[in-house]
């Protein structure tokens, strides 16, 4: 098994890895200081569809964004917060554990996928 990443996985990195040096490196050390993630680099972010992307809750949770949803088809949420933004935007919303909830379905998943 090869576990080198493909071209398209490197322009990934690449792209991932200019963005953080270029936009947030410079900015990091402000960021820290406050709660949240500055607006106009989530706007910045959209386009390149970073939002996808999943953020284990003991590493800080997911950044939700009402922005970066423009495009989502269809959105699931879990969430322990009943009140959350992103509960109120999604077509489901499971008032859960992420981390204990997710690993399921995912499994329920793959699993009607293979039938």
Not at 69 to 94: S, Y
């Amino acid at each position: 098994m090869d576990f080198n990443p493909c071209m398209k996985h490197q322009l990934i990195r690449k792209t991932v890895q200019e963005f953080a040096e270029n936009e947030i490196r410079p900015r990091a050390a402000e960021m820290d200081k406050g709660p949240g993630f500055p607006e106009d680099l989530m706007e910045k972010m959209t386009p390149l569809h970073y939002f996808g992307l999943q953020v284990p809750g003991h590493l800080g949770g997911a950044i939700q964004h009402t922005a970066a949803l423009a495009d989502a088809r269809f959105i699931v949420a879990v969430n322990k917060n009943p009140n959350a933004t992103m509960m109120k935007l999604a077509d489901v919303a499971m008032v859960a554990d992420a981390n204990q909830t997710c690993s399921g379905i995912i499994r329920a998943l793959r699993q009607r996928i293979r039938d």
